[in-house]
């Protein structure tokens, strides 16, 4: 017999919470094949099986959080799956010595969820199947609990409705297809459950809150010194990268030069020491189709060209969406930007992600009329490329003329650089 352990996942990562399992106690596990999802801070993992042979027992049961080391299953790498009982044989006594025996071991690595199921346990089906109260312990039944069939339960889950709430009228109090599908008709409203990456979401973002006393700066930016050489290399750069190329790489070169001029809002909050960083590694907001946002990092940025962040920030944002982050990924980051100017916002007071001090947001660009000044100082109205950069930062590490001037160094690089050459010489 040989035991699986949850694995070091990442060098920040101490815990993990096991999304589900692959293969089912009896099954048959093949050695490089996907065995488990585990799910850490915001990134969900598919974790191979070690090595092959017949999955004996199962101490970590889904939705179960344990720590790095801990025991999750066993699997018998010599052996197929033992034959089934036939349906005349009467229980035995060892499946359930076995379940005792498991039983301090998955206690002391789980933290929540239920018991871990056993050969015996899983070896029953059937169409309808027993819904078990969560405190439940080594498959009991609670006194209340309602027969619901697969196909019904899932019926409700994917509308987040809890089944004790339908009245069955089948056989026993079973609750039928009909039963639900009126349920569902009657009462329109639905609970949706903070899944795992929501739930870490919602407790990073109070804690932000409660730690940092958050300031908002916004400044308009005139992009047109920008988009004068975005515009004529995005063809180009479409056929050579199959991307587009957007506003955000030229936004973080300059933010580079203005971080090198105002190095604290490059820090993190220490005990009692505000601690600057040396180089710029840059957490991207990235949207998982409005189902959670992650925030992976790319390192040095402050040594990349302009085309280099570019690709940078497709690489990571394209792995976020693929679900094929690793906890390092989201890990070291010093400074985040967050770009709703997809969607034409006008600015957002973005949330700090702690322990940085500071969060830039990329709001909406747009073609509008603005007063043009020469260089012998007549006016005119022209037609400009202008949009609102929003910076939120933490109070307790410097002055509100500290960040106003960091960010007027950031509009003046993004309208005064020389973007040509710049982009030609790949700096």
């Known amino acids: 017999m040989a035991d699986v352990h949850l694995p070091q996942l990442g060098e920040t990562v101490a815990e993990g919470t096991i999304i589900q399992w692959f293969v089912g106690v009896g099954g048959t596990v093949v050695e490089g094949e996907p065995l488990y999802e585990v799910s850490t801070e915001k990134v969900d993992s598919e974790l191979p099986a070690p090595f092959s042979g017949t999955l004996v027992e199962v101490v970590a049961p ?9 025991l999750l299953c066993r699997i018998d790498p010599s052996g197929s799956p033992s034959p089934a009982p036939s349906s005349g044989s009467p229980p035995t006594a060892e499946p ?16 929540s969820g239920g018991a871990a199921p056993t050969a015996s346990s899983s070896a029953v089906s059937g169409e309808t199947t027993p819904l078990v109260g969560r405190g439940s312990r080594g498959g009991n039944r609670s006194r209340d609990a309602k027969l619901i069939s697969p196909v019904v339960r899932r019926l409700l889950a994917e509308r987040g409705v809890d089944p004790s709430r339908v009245t069955g009228t089948g056989m026993g109090g079973r609750i039928t ?15 949706e459950p903070f899944d795992g990456i929501r739930r870490v979401t919602a407790r990073h973002m109070v804690a932000s809150k409660a730690t940092s006393p958050h300031v908002l700066t916004a400044m308009e930016v005139d992009y047109t010194a920008v988009d004068e050489v975005r515009l004529a290399e995005r063809a180009a750069w479409r056929d050579a990268e199959g991307s587009g190329l957007t506003h955000l790489p030229f936004i973080v070169a300059a933010l580079c030069d203005a971080l090198s001029e105002y190095p604290r809002l490059n820090a993190s909050v220490g005990d009692d020491e505000l601690v600057v960083h040396g180089t710029v590694n840059l957490a991207v907001a990235v949207d998982l189709d409005f ?8 390192r040095g940025v402050e040594d990349l060209s302009i085309q280099e962040v570019a690709r940078s920030i497709v ?5 976020a969406r693929s679900r094929s982050l690793s906890p390092d990924d989201l890990a070291s980051g010093t400074f985040t930007v967050t770009n709703p100017g997809q969607y034409g916002t006008l600015f957002q007071f973005p949330i700090i992600n702690q322990p ?8 909406g660009i747009a073609r509008r009329p603005a007063v043009v000044v020469d260089d012998d100082g007549n006016e005119s109205v022209g037609v400009r490329s202008l949009g609102v950069l ?3 930062w933490d109070h307790r590490a410097f002055d509100g003329a500290y960040a106003a001037a ?14 040509a050459s710049r982009w030609a010489s790949g700096a």
């Open 177 to 191: 297809r009909t039963d639900a599908e009126r349920f569902l008709r009657d009462n329109p409203g639905r609970s």
């Open 356 to 363: 940085q001090v500071a969060i830039l947001s990329t709001d």
């Open 315 to 319: 690489d990571v944002a394209g792995r």
């Open 62 to 70: 889904e939705g179960a959080t344990v720590d790095v080391g801990a």
């Open 291 to 298: 189902e959670g946002l992650v925030a992976p990092v790319v």
């Open 406 to 419: 960091f960010l007027r160094a950031l509009k003046d690089s993004l309208e005064e650089s020389d973007w």
């Open 96 to 111: 359930a010595a076995a379940t005792s025996a498991a039983s301090p071991a998955a206690a002391g690595a789980m933290r």
């Open 390 to 392: 929003a910076l939120a």
